[in-house]
């Protein structure tokens, strides 16, 4: 951290009403690569996050009552200092986090992006006119900000999965507090940072970190002046949360788990095809929610993808995120390296063959190889978990209907991908995939233009594109009579 060019950018408080709050006790942030110290941040509970909701609650008022245009232009001076400070904002997430600098600075332009993009559609939120019952009645439809907005945030994309939260409610008219993963509360605390200097009014942004997860999630997902709770994580924490926000009614959007199918056609480009899998899979270490879990391969062309896809998965460079060349650090503890060792010794011990990888790395108890599978089938343990780590099982399949049903037996629905040149099969099998998004010959679909949402229990809502607004906003409807006097 002695390498940023803003040391400011560095804060160990939590962010409420515009002001940085110390407690008496703290807990560490360490770097997952090297088990280094990275800062010592207070730790807030229960009190500071009811103080940020009360600060919420009273921004909401002159917040939602500016205009769209008056939002958008301190959303946009967001952005601007967010990109002006990518290079520190990307150190302070590789350092506390561990994917490699050039994908973690990638992800400050993909945070920011919501930022920027949701400043300009929060000037397109319209209403409606609806033809009434009788001549002497008018009906309107109008969209107003749902409320206080309240938010807990992974530590995969400890900077992305906040803006695009934040950048919808802001844009809307709401206010917001999140608590971010105390893994990773450093990039979140950055933001704040940058939203005061921004002239976000006090009160808009708060960011709470805390170990108190149970304690800190009551409040979120409970208190009354909460309009709006919206999460992105596991499934099973996802159903409690869901739970917690039903005792007030609470208007709720959830991102949860994934089991995504990558299914590679005879016909594909092979080549094509190894690329793409290799961004899906192995960003982030795989732990991403929409990065591949299952590849499927048509039988014709398996020995050629397997081969091709173990040389590229040979030549990844494993260290150190901060260091040059780096393609894949670290996970985000030992316990993680534990439960994907866990699964990939089951899944072989079940009849699947180890090709690469299976174990740690001389780098350090937070890594794990680069590890591919194959004779997987579906019945294996690895084939049925969210498998959150550099772990790649093949699957053979032998036709179209085979795969799809393959693909779609799970209880998950977010990403899903697929590639063929043969254009009636483009649109069988997107339709036929039982999941939120599709990539069609692309392995990275996700972008603040484009809806990022699942089915089934992989949750509900959208965030990004037009439709990212919606969540935040209550429509109301006006019926005007008595027109004809």
Not at 83 to 110: N, S
Not at 123 to 151: E, L, M, N
Not at 328 to 355: E, F, N, Q, R, Y
Not at 413 to 426: C, E, K, N, P, S
């Amino acid at each position: 951290m002695q390498q940023l060019q803003d040391k400011h950018l560095l804060k160990p408080f939590s962010y409420i009403n515009g002001s940085w709050h110390s407690s008496e006790s703290s807990f560490l942030v360490t770097n997952p690569a090297t088990g280094e110290e990275v800062a010592k941040v207070s730790d807030a509970g229960v009190a500071e996050t009811e103080l940020a909701v009360k600060a919420a609650k009273d921004a909401l008022k002159s917040w939602s009552s500016k205009s769209a245009n008056e939002r958008a232009t301190l959303m946009r001076n967001w952005f601007n200092l967010m990109m002006e400070h990518q290079d520190d904002l990307g150190r302070i997430l590789t350092v506390e986090q561990g994917k490699p600098l050039a994908e973690a600075k990638g992800e400050i332009a993909y945070g920011a992006a919501f930022i920027e993009w949701f400043a300009e559609e929060g000037k397109r939120v319209y209403g409606d006119t609806i033809p009434g019952p009788s001549g002497d009645k008018r009906i309107v439809v109008i969209k107003q900000p749902v409320g206080v907005v309240a938010s807990i945030t992974p530590w995969n994309f400890p900077n992305a999965m906040i803006a695009r939260k934040a950048a919808a409610a802001l844009a809307a008219g709401c206010t917001f507090v999140v608590r971010p993963a105390t893994q990773t509360p450093l990039s979140a605390l950055a933001m704040a940072e940058l939203a005061e200097r921004a002239g976000i009014p006090a009160g808009v942004f708060n960011v709470v970190v805390g170990m108190d997860a149970r304690g800190i999630g009551k409040v979120l997902t409970q208190h009354p002046d909460i309009a709006k709770f919206t999460f992105t994580g596991s499934t099973p924490v996802g159903k409690l949360l869901i739970e917690q926000c039903a005792t007030t009614v609470k208007k709720v959007s959830m991102e949860l788990g994934g089991n995504a199918p990558f299914i590679v056609f005879d016909d594909a480009d092979i080549d094509a095809a190894v690329q793409g899998a290799m961004a899906s899979k192995y960003r982030n270490a795989g732990q991403t929610c929409v990065c591949t879990n299952r590849i499927f391969v048509q039988q014709g062309v398996l020995a050629e993808f397997t081969e091709k896809f173990s040389q590229a998965v040979a030549a990844l460079q494993i260290g150190n995120g901060l260091d040059a060349g780096v393609s894949i650090g670290p996970m985000i503890s030992s316990s993680a390296v534990a439960d994907v060792d866990k699964l990939v010794t089951a899944t072989i011990k079940a009849g699947a063959t180890l090709v690469a990888g299976g174990s740690g790395h001389s780098q350090g108890e937070n890594y794990y190889q680069p590890t591919i599978l194959t004779n997987v089938t579906t019945d294996m343990p690895i084939a049925s978990n969210e498998i959150f780590g550099p772990v790649s099982p093949i699957i053979a399949f032998s036709d179209e209907s085979e795969v799809l049903a393959m693909a779609n037996d799970t209880e998950y629905g977010l990403a899903a991908y697929f590639y063929t040149r043969d254009i009636g099969r483009v649109w069988r099998v997107a339709e036929g995939l039982e999941f939120g998004m599709v990539g069609i010959n692309e392995g990275i679909i996700s972008n603040a233009a484009a809806p990022f949402g699942g089915v089934k229990q992989s949750g509900n809502g959208r965030e990004g594109s037009k439709y990212g607004l919606d969540d935040y906003m209550e429509i109301k409807y006006l019926c005007m009579g008595g027109l004809d006097k």
